[in-house]
Every structure is written in structure tokens, then in C-alpha cells.
Nanobody
Framework: QLQLVESGGGEVPPGGSLNLSCVAS????????MAWYRQTPGKQRELVAS???????HYPGSARGRFTISTDIAWNTVYLLMDSLRPEDAAVYYC?????????????WGQGTQVTVST
């Protein structure tokens, strides 16, 4: 079992920066990958950035070049540094962790943290 708790959301003007954190507790040694997703009302949750223990990092969309995902050395915390924020980046940001057991893969979500980008 894993528990994920996000923090760092808030309101910033366009062009501003935020640094989100997600602290994992429980069986963190089983974590293989961590990621940040975001969701706005009426839309599907979308992947923002992901990182795995093979150090593969993926930014599938507009986050590339503006956002940076990283973890601490123990894989207890995943960060998302967001620069040059745009109004369209406003969303609830969710932390996700994938853990690997011998016979199964488990997925965990945090409760989300709100990011607002407005003048």
C-alpha cells in the first residue's frame, strides 16, 4: 500500500512558477514510476510528466520545455517544477505512482492540488 500527498498548488499570474511536491509513504521500495496528471472540469485526466527508475522521463504535451519532473534519491518524493505557466495550465494536478509486486502492478493516486493561473 502507498499513500500519496500532494502540496504546492496555488494561484500565480501567467508566466509565473510553481513547484509541486508529492510525498509517498508506505511501501515506497516497490515504486517503479511516478507521474503528474492534471484534470479540468469536463475533461479527461491527462498525463503531464512521468519518470521511472530507469530514469526515463516523458513529457507528452505542452509541458515539454517548461515543466521539470524529478524525484528525491529515495523515491519518497516526486516534484514538478512548473515555469512559464499559462492560463491553460490551470487544473487540479494529481500525483500517480505505479508499484510492482511479484504478480501484479498497482496504481495509486493522491488527492490532487489546485493550480490556478490568472491575472
Amino acid at each position: 500500500q502507498l499513500q500519496l500527498v500532494e502540496s504546492g498548488g496555488g494561484e500565480v499570474p501567467p508566466g509565473g512558477s510553481l513547484n509541486l511536491s508529492c510525498v509517498a509513504s508506505g511501501k515506497t521500495a516497490d515504486i517503479y514510476s511516478m507521474a503528474w496528471y492534471r484534470q479540468t472540469p469536463g475533461k479527461q485526466r491527462e498525463l503531464v510528466a512521468s519518470i521511472n527508475r530507469d530514469r526515463y522521463i516523458h513529457y507528452p504535451g505542452s509541458a515539454r520545455g517548461r515543466f521539470t519532473i524529478s524525484t528525491d534519491i529515495a523515491w519518497n518524493t516526486v516534484y514538478l517544477l512548473m515555469d512559464s505557466l499559462r492560463p491553460e495550465d490551470a487544473a487540479v494536478y494529481y500525483c500517480h505512482a505505479q508499484s510492482l509486486a511479484v504478480v501484479a502492478t498497482y496504481h495509486y493516486w493522491g488527492q490532487g492540488t489546485q493550480v490556478t493561473v490568472s491575472t
